[in-house]
T-cell receptor, first 113, second 114 residues
């Protein structure tokens, strides 16, 4: 069965600092991987996705993630945090054999001035 | 092009009542997914539907919960005889047939059982 683990339910950074949100996956077949962002009282918005093309994926709002098969990881990064990045971030996994996404438990990002 | 529309945004039900949650997918999207989000937890998959068909209901509780996506009209998630533990945010997502893993989410329905 597929799963994702998000290390750290809360991450705090200063405005302008590097953002690093961790995601490790488990999948018996080549995975598709996703990062979503959720602002308070809203639905989830797709940040970026990996579907077996380039291992470094660039998304919206300056975020990017790198697929590392040897580490079974898909960590999300942003060089410089902005106050508007404060939200909850979810990693998700799927594969070619299924049409459903399996989500992690989320990481809440706080950005301090 | 309207996004995924969920209504109501907030729903309060007394224990034992029925809750009906509606989801209208984006135009051109034929796949609908329902997820439940509990506080401090991620989104848990409930059910995946296409028009008039339930494709995967492996995440649905065996009792009291049902879902449909009729030929005409929105998808409905129905919870009968609600209990306090059903209080959660319920999200619907839709995707097009050509790119079924690219979900668009609705804003959710927050169900409170009192």
């Amino acid at each position: 069965a597929q799963s994702v683990t998000q290390l750290g339910s809360h991450v705090s950074v200063s405005e302008g600092a590097l953002v690093l949100l961790r995601c490790n996956y488990s999948s018996s077949v080549p995975p598709y991987l996703f990062w979503y962002v959720q602002y308070p009282n809203q639905g989830l918005q797709l940040l970026l996705k990996y579907t077996s093309a380039a291992t470094l994926v660039k998304g919206i709002n300056g975020f990017e993630a790198e697929f590392k098969k040897s580490e079974t990881s898909f960590h999300l990064t942003k060089p410089s945090a902005h106050m508007s990045d404060a939200a909850e971030y979810f990693c998700a996994v799927s594969d070619i054999n299924t049409d459903k996404l399996i989500f992690g438990t989320g990481t809440r990002l706080q950005v301090f001035p | 092009n309207a996004g995924v529309m969920q209504n109501p945004r907030h729903l309060v039900r007394r224990r034992g009542q029925e809750a009906r949650l509606r989801c209208s997918p984006m135009k051109g999207h034929s796949h609908v997914y329902w997820y439940r989000q509990l506080p401090e937890e991620g989104l848990k998959f409930m059910v995946y539907l296409q028009k008039e068909n339930i494709i995967d209901e492996s995440g649905m509780p065996k009792e009291r919960f049902s879902a449909e996506f009729p030929k005409e009209g929105p998808s409905i998630l129905r919870i009968q005889q609600v209990v306090r533990g059903d209080s959660a945010a319920y999200f619907c997502a839709s995707s097009p047939p050509a790119d079924s893993l690219t979900y668009t989410f609705g804003s959710g329905t927050r169900l409170t059982v009192v």
